[in-house]
C-alpha cells in the first residue's frame, strides 16, 4: 500500500500537475521522496517567498493551480507573500505546507503554527490532512476551491507522521469546474441597455480569462463600438492596437481615460472587481449606486454587490459571457472607441525625456520595436510605470504582473515563464529595490539554465516611498536610500550575462548582447533619482509644496 506522501503525489499527477515549485524541509519528506518516481519537474527555489510567487505565475500561466511545497513554521510564513499575490490577483494556486507531528499538537512544537487561523484571510480555503485516506477528497475539493467562481488559493497543511501511515486509496479524478453563465433574460436585458446608450464604455479585469476569451472581448468591442479599457495590471486582456483600445486603469492614469469613463451613460465591466487602483482609490464610481447604470459581469457570485450595487449582475465568466453576448445585436459606429484608442496613443506613443544620462523613455521605445512578442513580467515600483503605460500588449499570456503591489515577483514570475514557454523571450523588469527582495531566485535561472533577461532599473531608492515623500513631507526623506551591489556583477557570478548601462544609448547593444549569449541575464540601468517617474520629478514635488 502506498503511504500518504506518495497517494499525495499521486494525486497532484492526476490532476496535471507537471511542476511543483519549492523550498525543500524535513516536515515533508515522505512527499519530497515520492516526487524522486513521479512524473512531476521539481524546481526548487531559494527562499519560500520566491517559491509561491513562481507557483502563482504559473497558474496565471495555465490557468490551473500552481503548486508550491514549503516546510512548516517559518518556511510558511515566508510563503504568505505569494499567497497574498494569488489572493488579490483571483490566481488559482495550492500551497503544501509540511506540519508538526499529530502527537506534537498544542505543545508549541518546533515550528508549530496554526495554519487555519494564519492563512484564513489569505486562502481561499485552509485544511489539515489528518487522516491519509481523506486526501483524495481533500485533494479533489482544493482543485475545485482553487478554479470556481473567482479562482484564489489553498492551503493544505500535512503532518509528517500523516505522510508515512499506509493507505488503502485511489487519486480522486481530474477536476473540472462548473462555468456559470447568463440566462437569457439577463442578455436581454443587456441588448437594451446598450442599445438605449449614447456612450457606453467596456472595462475588463479579474480571471478566468483565456486567448479564447480575450478575442471574444476584441470582437465584441469592435460589434458595438465600445471603448475598452482594462484595470490595473491585466493589460494582456486586449491588444493594445486594437481600434478601441482605451487604456489601463492604474496609478496615473491617462486623464483622457478618465474623462471617458466619467462621462460614460453605462459602464459595462466584466470580470474585474473595481478595488482601489482601477477606481482611482473608490473615486471614479460611487457606491453601492453608481452615478451612472453599472452592468457587472463576475465568475463569482458573491463579488456582484460587493462594492457596488449593480443595475445588471451577471454571474458568468468572461468566455460564457461574450458567447451569450454574440447574440446581441451590433450597434452603428459613432466613432467613440476610436476616439479613445487616439486618446490613448496621444498618452504612450511618444515617452517623455527625463533627467539623468540613462533615461526609460527612449529604452522602451527600443524595447517594444525589438521585443514585442515578449513575456514581460515585473513587480512593483515606480519603474514599473514606464512598463504599463509605454509597453504593447499584443497577446494573452504575455504579462505577468502583481495586481496586489508585491514588490520581487517579477523575477519569480519571470522565471516561473521560462519554465512554462522555453521558446518564448521573456523580460524581467525590477526596480532595485524590487529585485533585491527575490534576487537570490536568480540562482535558479541559473541552475536550470533559463535565458531570462532582467532589467533592473536602479536610482538608489525605493523611488515609490521617495515620490510620497516628496509629495507629502519634502526634503524629509527618510529610510529610502539604497546603497546597491554591482547587480551585473551578480549575474557574472551565477555563471550568467550581466551589463552596466549609463547613458541611453548605450542600451541597445547592451540587450543584443544579452540576447545572443543565451544565458540568464541581468542589464543594470543606472537611472537619476530625480526622474522620479515619467511626468514628475523630484525638484517638482518639492515646488508643488
Known amino acids: 500500500m502506498p503511504t500518504g506522501g506518495q497517494?499525495?503525489?499521486?494525486?497532484?499527477?492526476?490532476?496535471?500537475?507537471?511542476?511543483?515549485?519549492?523550498?525543500?524541509?524535513?516536515?515533508?519528506?515522505?512527499?519530497?521522496?515520492?516526487m524522486h518516481d513521479a512524473k512531476i519537474e521539481v524546481?526548487?527555489?531559494?527562499?519560500?517567498?520566491?517559491?509561491?510567487?513562481?507557483?502563482?505565475?504559473?497558474g496565471k500561466l495555465t490557468g490551473r493551480p500552481g503548486i508550491c511545497f514549503v516546510t512548516r513554521g517559518p518556511g510558511a510564513t515566508n510563503a504568505a507573500a505569494g499567497v497574498h499575490v494569488a489572493k488579490q490577483d483571483s490566481t488559482p494556486m495550492i500551497l503544501f505546507v509540511g506540519q508538526i507531528g499529530?502527537?506534537?499538537?498544542?505543545?508549541?512544537?518546533?515550528?508549530?503554527?496554526?495554519?487555519?487561523?494564519?492563512?484564513?484571510?489569505?486562502?481561499?480555503?485552509?485544511?489539515?490532512?489528518?487522516?491519509?485516506?481523506?486526501?483524495?477528497?481533500?485533494?479533489?475539493?482544493?482543485?475545485?476551491i482553487a478554479l470556481s467562481g473567482r479562482p484564489g488559493p489553498v492551503v493544505i497543511a500535512l503532518p509528517e507522521d500523516m505522510q508515512r501511515d499506509e493507505v488503502d486509496a485511489l487519486p480522486a479524478p481530474y477536476v473540472s469546474v462548473a462555468d456559470p453563465a447568463p440566462t437569457p433574460p439577463q442578455i436581454d436585458q443587456l441588448s437594451d441597455m446598450l442599445a438605449g446608450a449614447e456612450r457606453p464604455f467596456m472595462i475588463l479585469g479579474g480571471g478566468r480569462w483565456d486567448a479564447e476569451a480575450?478575442?471574444?472581448a476584441e470582437d465584441f468591442s469592435a460589434a458595438h463600438d465600445l471603448p475598452t479599457a482594462v484595470t490595473f495590471r491585466r493589460q494582456q486582456l486586449?491588444?493594445?492596437?486594437?481600434?478601441?483600445?482605451?487604456?489601463?486603469?492604474?496609478?496615473?492614469?491617462?486623464?483622457?481615460?478618465?474623462?471617458?469613463?466619467?462621462?460614460?451613460?453605462?459602464?459595462?465591466?466584466?470580470?474585474?472587481?473595481?478595488?482601489?487602483?482601477?477606481s482611482q482609490g473608490f473615486e471614479l464610481?460611487?457606491?453601492?449606486?453608481?452615478?451612472?447604470?453599472?452592468?457587472?459581469?463576475?465568475?463569482?457570485?458573491?463579488?456582484?454587490?460587493?462594492?457596488?450595487?449593480?443595475?445588471?449582475?451577471?454571474?458568468?465568466?468572461?468566455?460564457?459571457?461574450?458567447?451569450?453576448?454574440d447574440a446581441v445585436p451590433a450597434q452603428t459606429s459613432q466613432g467613440r472607441g476610436a476616439e479613445a484608442h487616439i486618446a490613448y496613443r496621444g498618452w504612450t506613443d511618444t515617452p517623455p525625456d527625463t533627467p539623468g544620462d540613462a533615461q526609460m523613455g527612449p529604452i522602451m521605445a527600443f524595447l517594444r520595436e525589438a521585443s514585442p512578442e515578449a513575456i514581460v513580467a515585473n513587480g512593483a515600483g515606480n519603474?514599473?510605470?514606464?512598463?504599463?503605460?509605454?509597453?504593447?500588449?499584443?497577446?494573452?499570456?504575455?504579462?505577468?504582473?502583481?495586481?496586489?503591489?508585491?514588490?520581487?515577483?517579477?523575477l519569480p514570475g519571470a522565471l516561473a515563464a521560462k519554465l512554462r514557454c522555453p521558446d518564448q523571450e521573456v523580460i524581467c523588469f525590477a526596480g532595485d529595490g524590487c529585485f533585491q527582495m527575490t534576487s537570490q531566485e536568480f540562482g535558479v535561472a541559473a541552475q536550470y539554465g533559463l535565458p531570462i533577461i532582467v532589467i533592473v532599473v536602479d536610482n538608489e531608492a525605493y523611488g515609490t516611498i521617495r515620490m510620497h515623500q516628496e509629495r507629502d513631507y519634502p526634503t524629509r526623506d527618510v529610510g529610502t536610500a539604497l546603497v546597491n551591489p554591482d547587480f551585473?556583477?551578480?549575474?557574472?557570478?551565477?555563471?550568467?550575462?550581466?551589463?552596466?548601462?549609463?547613458?541611453?544609448?548605450?542600451?541597445?547593444?547592451?540587450?543584443?548582447?544579452?540576447?545572443?549569449?543565451?544565458?540568464?541575464?541581468?542589464?543594470?540601468?543606472?537611472?537619476?533619482?530625480?526622474?522620479?517617474?515619467?511626468?514628475?520629478?523630484?525638484?517638482?514635488?518639492?515646488?508643488?509644496?
Not at 497517494?7 to 515520492?34: H, K, M, N, T, W
Not at 510605470?385 to 520581487?408: C, D, E, N
Not at 550568467?496 to 541597445?508: D, I, N, P
Request: hydrophobic share 40%.
Open 383 to 410: 519603474y514599473a510605470i514606464w512598463v504599463h503605460r509605454f509597453w504593447r500588449f499584443r497577446g494573452y499570456g504575455k504579462q505577468l504582473a502583481p495586481t496586489s503591489g508585491s514588490m520581487g515577483a517579477g
Open 102 to 144: 499529530r502527537r506534537m499538537r498544542g505543545r508549541e512544537a518546533f515550528q508549530e503554527v496554526d495554519y487555519r487561523q494564519t492563512f484564513r484571510d489569505l486562502a481561499k480555503w485552509v485544511e489539515e490532512i489528518d487522516y491519509a485516506d481523506r486526501i483524495p477528497e481533500i485533494i479533489s475539493h482544493a482543485w475545485h
Open 43 to 58: 524546481i526548487n527555489a531559494r527562499q519560500e517567498g520566491g517559491a509561491a510567487m513562481m507557483a502563482e505565475a504559473d
Open 214 to 216: 480575450k478575442q471574444a
Open 488 to 545: 551585473a556583477a551578480i549575474a557574472r557570478a551565477y555563471g550568467g550575462h550581466g551589463e552596466t548601462v549609463l547613458k541611453t544609448e548605450e542600451f541597445a547593444p547592451a540587450f543584443e548582447r544579452a540576447r545572443a549569449r543565451g544565458k540568464p541575464a541581468i542589464i543594470h540601468v543606472k537611472t537619476d533619482a530625480e526622474a522620479i517617474s515619467p511626468t514628475t520629478t523630484i525638484s517638482k514635488l518639492r515646488g508643488k509644496v
Open 7 to 34: 497517494l499525495l503525489i499521486q494525486c497532484l499527477e492526476e490532476q496535471g500537475v507537471d511542476r511543483i515549485f519549492c523550498v525543500p524541509g524535513e516536515s515533508y519528506l515522505a512527499a519530497l521522496d515520492a
Open 285 to 325: 464610481l460611487s457606491f453601492p449606486k453608481t452615478q451612472v447604470p453599472l452592468i457587472h459581469v463576475h465568475p463569482g457570485a458573491e463579488e456582484l454587490g460587493r462594492i457596488y450595487a449593480p443595475a445588471l449582475g451577471i454571474n458568468a465568466t468572461p468566455s460564457t459571457f461574450f458567447k451569450a453576448a
Open 238 to 278: 486586449f491588444d493594445h492596437l486594437h481600434p478601441n483600445y482605451a487604456g489601463d486603469m492604474g496609478p496615473g492614469m491617462n486623464p483622457g481615460l478618465r474623462k471617458g469613463i466619467e462621462e460614460a451613460d453605462l459602464i459595462l465591466l466584466v470580470g474585474g472587481r473595481m478595488s482601489e487602483m482601477p
